[in-house]
């Protein structure tokens, strides 16, 4: 099992930055290629951005691009997002999630966290 917590999440007017972050516990880190996902209210969850185990591989959506940075830190166990010049269609709830397939993985992920809220005020 994988237990997973983000935090980082908040109330922030539109242009600003937020980093999220994404502890995880109970296996090896480095085994697992991550993801952030969001989902808005009244609205299928959707991938955001994902990163292959070592980090050398990422994924963004295109309406991130360019705005978010997901990186990792396998010696902290810890998943980030840095999310820049924020607007209020990036208001959503943010889970991270662990998966144990090689490679940048974009669904079907084997565990998650419970989510942060993250809302951009216009």
């Known amino acids: 099992q994988v237990q997973l917590v983000e935090s980082g999440g908040g109330l922030v007017q539109a242009g600003a930055s937020l980093r999220l972050s994404c502890l995880a516990s109970g296996r090896t880190f480095s085994n697992y290629a991550m993801g952030w996902f969001r989902q808005a209210p009244g609205k299928e969850r959707e991938v955001v951005a994902a990163?292959?185990?070592?980090?050398?591989?990422?994924y963004y959506r295109d309406s991130v691009k360019g705005r978010f940075t997901i990186s990792r830190d396998n010696a902290k166990n810890t998943l980030y997002l840095q999310m820049n010049s924020l607007n209020p269609e990036d208001t959503a709830v943010y889970y991270c999630?662990?998966?144990?397939?090689?490679?940048?993985?974009?669904?079907?992920?084997?565990?998650w966290g419970q989510g942060t809220q993250v809302t951009v005020s216009s």
């Open positions: 990163i292959s185990r070592s980090g050398g591989n990422t």
């Open positions: 999630a662990a998966d144990a397939r090689s490679g940048v993985v974009l669904d079907g992920y084997d565990y």
